[in-house]
DNA sequence: ACTAAATAGTACTTATTCGATCCCATATAA
DNA sequence: TTATATGGGATCGAATAAGTACTATTTAGT
């Protein structure tokens, strides 16, 4: 079905949630809670999105968790890039050359084109648009190549 | 990592490989041959793309199975539906309503925005694109609701 | 100095999905 | 009639995802 993992639709969540905080720190167990997701989980999902550099957390009595930067400028695609990795619908796309379809492999070249449009697809929608709602349906233009129209 | 499962990869390869042949009718066994890709696997793809009515089939010796229509006709999106089933990053997006951050889904509807990105992103590419390369890089325009600057 | 509350890191276990295979029925051309 | 195809399930193992548990470290407050 093409879809993220939950894991990362959780991570988006708790991104979100702290959107709406104006607080500077929110622990994780307080995150758990809001969002009713497993602390466990949730507190993994910091951890990593602590590395990533998309949060930025304080230890000991009163800390918790913040966003790193304002939430206009956080990404979708970062959050996901956080939890799950790069962008990549298929593995050769990624440039390992190991598939067994090499032999006409300018299919490869047209998912990495196609990886791009999802790609940027993510990129336009930050986490400010993910909390307060009104996104635009999307416009795209000449994804592929005009055959012979022009 | 946003990855499509290896036998949509699988099935995209195939779809593509009968794009090229010129004959009416390829074997399941042939095209295995030609891909290097497991033949029960290929021939449990083909039902499936058959089933959706992305290919049609001709039983019996000198059979096999061939694109229900031009290539230009058969998008990347469809092919993806046909294996993994329609596009939806997240769960909730098929609405399902039963996902535990339901409290402040206005995420939910936007993440529809993003899948629909995606999906008309994948819908413009053809087979015909994915045999014959030259895709040109995509162009997004207002994915998100322009906030104060208009 | 001590304690409680919080994150940091890692290892482990379980559940689910994915991928591959096999079997038997049905159709068809030679 | 036979060899060669597809059609439709059922099944099995492996990989991956998700959840859990444990220990160490930091820090505010008393």
Redesign the interface.
């Known amino acids: 079905?093409?879809?993220?993992a939950?894991l990362t639709?959780y991570a988006?969540?708790l991104m979100?949630?702290m959107a709406?905080q104006p607080e500077r720190w929110v622990s994780a167990q307080q995150l758990a809670v809001e969002?009713?997701?497993p602390a466990p989980t949730v507190a993994r999902l910091l951890k990593l999105l602590g590395r990533a550099g998309l949060v930025v957390s304080q230890r000991g009595k009163g800390g918790g968790y913040g966003l790193a930067r304002p939430a206009r400028e956080i990404s979708?695609a970062e959050v996901?890039a956080a939890i799950?990795?790069?962008?990549?619908?298929?593995?050769?796309a990624l440039g390992d050359g190991r598939?067994?379809?090499e032999?006409?492999c300018?299919?490869r070249?047209?998912w990495r084109?196609?990886n791009?449009?999802?790609q940027?697809?993510?990129e336009?929608?930050?986490l400010a648009?993910?909390?307060?709602?009104?996104?635009?349906?999307?416009?795209?233009?000449?994804?592929?190549?005009q055959?012979r129209k022009v």
């Open positions: 079905m093409l879809r993220i939950k639709d988006t969540g979100t949630q709406h969002l009713s997701l979708v996901i799950e990795g790069p962008v990549a619908l298929t593995e050769c598939c067994s379809l032999r006409d300018a299919t070249a047209n084109v196609i791009q449009a999802v940027v697809a993510l336009a929608v930050s648009d993910m909390a307060a709602p009104r996104l635009r349906p999307v416009q795209f233009s000449s994804l592929h190549h055959p």
